[in-house]
T-cell receptor, first 117, second 122 residues
Framework: AQTVTQSQPEMSVQEAETVTLSCTYD???????LFWYKQPPSRQMILVIR??????QNATENRFSVNFQKAAKSFSLKISDSQLGDAAMYFC??????????????FGEGTQLTVNP | NAGVTQTPKFQVLKTGQSMTLQCAQD?????MYWYRQDPGMGLRLIYY???????DKGEVPNGYNVSRLNKREFSLRLESAAPSQTSVYFC?????????????????????FGEGSRLTVL
């Protein structure tokens, strides 16, 4: 079974600075998807960024980018020019491409990000 | 667009009581999921329904039952609530495949979530 680990329960960053959230995962599969979800205090889960394992290029969405290291099974999220609205719980998630698994997501424990003004 | 709607948003139960969490999605998605979120444990899958008429257990199914009533609705039932079931529950949905411009596509795995239901069992 796949597992996802976020070793940083809490992180903090100054407004306008850059922060990196760590995520590692364990799988025997060669093709899969990885995600970062954001959960603000409203509890709504919001997709931040997605990475397909077969793609070597790291995904980027505006101020959010990932460092995907397939061999190391590492998938970190970098937030540049941090804003107060970035404060939230961030979850890393894994999904197999095999539909027999029900296409469900396996989540990490979460990292609570605080942005200081 | 309503997306994924869960009811109720909050509920307090006594041990042994039963209740049903309702979930409906208006995106014509095939697959629906119930997760629970607990501090330090992320989201864990309780049950899922890959398509209408099918349901399967996830990581933590004990103490729960589900019903995929139709393509839109997927309910989660606690028959005899226990304090260990105090949690925030999320319903989610997604499509496995579809067509766009005459081409078949496989989805990228994104889940669309409801706003969560906070359940407290005393």
């Amino acid at each position: 079974a796949q597992t996802v680990t976020q070793s940083q329960p809490e992180m903090s960053v100054q407004e306008a600075e850059t922060v990196t959230l760590s995520c590692t995962y364990d799988t025997s599969e060669s093709d899969y998807y990885l995600f970062w979800y954001k959960q603000p205090p409203s509890r709504q889960m919001i997709l931040v960024i997605r990475q397909e394992a077969y793609k070597q290029q790291n995904a980027t969405e505006n101020r959010f980018s990932v460092n995907f290291q397939k061999a190391a099974k590492s998938f970190s999220l970098k937030i540049s020019d941090s804003q107060l609205g970035d404060a939230a719980m961030y979850f890393c998630a894994y999904r197999s491409v095999r539909e027999t698994s029900g296409s469900r997501l396996t989540f990490g424990e979460g990292t609570q990000l605080t942005v200081n003004p | 667009n309503a997306g994924v709607t869960q009811t109720p948003k909050f509920q307090v139960l006594k041990t042994g009581q039963s209740m049903t969490l309702q979930c409906a999605q208006d995106m014509n998605h095939n697959s629906m999921y119930w997760y629970r979120q607990d501090p330090g444990m992320g989201l864990r899958l309780i049950y899922y329904s890959a398509s209408e008429g099918t349901t399967d257990k996830g990581e933590v199914p004990n103490g729960y039952n589900v019903s995929r009533l139709n393509k839109r609705e997927f309910s989660l039932r606690l028959e005899s609530a226990a304090p260990s079931q105090t949690s925030v529950y999320f319903c989610a949905s997604r499509n496995l495949r579809g067509t766009s411009g005459g081409e078949l596509w496989l989805d990228t795995g994104e889940l669309f979530f409801g706003e969560g239901s906070r359940l407290t069992v005393l």
